[in-house]
């Protein structure tokens, strides 16, 4: 493993900012760890990066301890959420910037700079003021510069998160393209859920200074470890539940469940896809009323209520079926859309 933390602590004030959290991160791997303020996530990174020291456990790159190591002499990039340029260089300046603290002579440094701003495509912007970039331009830049000492590890902390909603969908997308045509090793910290599915080989999820869940982008969406978990990715339809066989007794009722699920005492995932409207109050099934809904584009988020004492659900339905607010509907669910969770 190119990277590995072992016991990894930090405490602030007798708390424990990181909770002895094992984590490995291969060589050539991307991997983005997700966690709500406070979970441990921005902790984590600084202690890689040698800018946070560990009170106990260890932090390893390439088997080699690191406690008495200096950031400076770890091989490793970090790019911040601010993008930190020097306003008194230009954009040739900056990203030559980790090259000239390392000796680099001017041709070596020309031609990285070259190379680097051609590679996230602002070819021609060598002798631009940082100042008259946009954000999205500025982020490039610090990537570039991140990237110019060529570290074994690029770290980014909350890299997309000042830019606007549509800059970020499409740089995510040509960052994965990036480093996978570099082969870059990359551990980045966000909050954002969308970014992190997209960018990652692997999702960690953290909770109060530990690791909650470690896995591809697919397992995690599909498997939530726990009700946490879940929660935290967005799914509202969460609820305890006693499972016997294929079925969940449930405040819904009584929910079909995938076979194999563990049995007993559990909470329980309904997607908001395997909430099924039947026309009409008499279409059978759970009788709900329409108490709001939000236009995603094609589908159509609705907030269920039903009747007597069962929490909301959440469901989406094509925007052609969605019924209005104050409507009845009856509801059906899809085991296929349903997870047990530990």
Request: hydrophobic share 45%; with cysteine.
């Amino acid at each position: 493993m190119l990277l590995s933390l072992e016991g990894a602590t930090v405490r602030f004030g007798g708390r424990a900012a990181l909770d002895a959290v094992d984590l490995a991160v291969a060589e050539h791997e991307i991997v983005c760890v997700l966690g709500p303020s406070g979970s441990g996530k921005s902790t984590l990174l600084r202690a890689v990066a040698g800018l946070q020291a560990v009170d106990a456990g260890q932090v390893l790159l390439d088997g080699r301890d690191q406690a008495r190591v200096p950031a400076h002499r770890r091989g490793v990039g970090l790019m911040f959420q601010d993008h930190q340029l020097f306003p008194q260089r230009d954009v040739a300046g900056n990203v030559a910037f980790g090259l000239r603290m390392r000796g680099a002579g001017r041709e070596e440094q020309a031609e990285r700079v070259r190379e680097l701003l051609e590679l996230v495509g602002l070819p021609d912007a060598g002798r631009r003021g940082v100042g008259t970039l946009s954000g999205g331009e500025q982020q490039r830049v610090a990537l570039a510069r991140a990237l110019a000492p060529r570290p074994r590890l690029l770290m980014l902390d909350e890299p997309l998160g000042q830019l606007d909603r549509t800059l970020r969908e499409r740089l995510v997308v040509e960052l994965r393209d990036l480093f996978g045509r570099l082969g870059t090793t990359v551990l980045a910290v966000t909050h954002d859920q969308g970014e992190a599915f997209a960018l990652a080989d692997r999702v960690v999820v953290m909770r109060d200074g530990r690791v909650a869940q470690s896995g591809s982008p697919l397992e995690v969406w599909q498997r939530p470890a726990d009700a946490f978990v879940a929660r935290f990715l967005g799914f509202e339809n969460v609820v305890r539940a006693t499972v016997a066989g294929t079925v969940a007794d449930t405040p819904w009722g009584k929910v079909p469940v995938p076979g194999g699920s563990a049995q007993g005492e559990r909470n329980l995932l309904v997607r908001p896809s395997g909430v099924r409207l039947a026309a009409g109050s008499g279409g059978g099934g759970l009788r709900c009323v329409v108490a709001a809904r939000t236009f995603q584009g094609a589908q159509v988020s609705l907030r269920l209520r039903p009747e007597g004492e069962a929490p909301e659900l959440e469901a989406v339905c094509p925007l052609r079926d969605a019924p209005a607010p104050g409507e009845t509907v009856g509801v059906l669910f899809d085991a296929g859309e349903i997870a047990v969770l530990g």
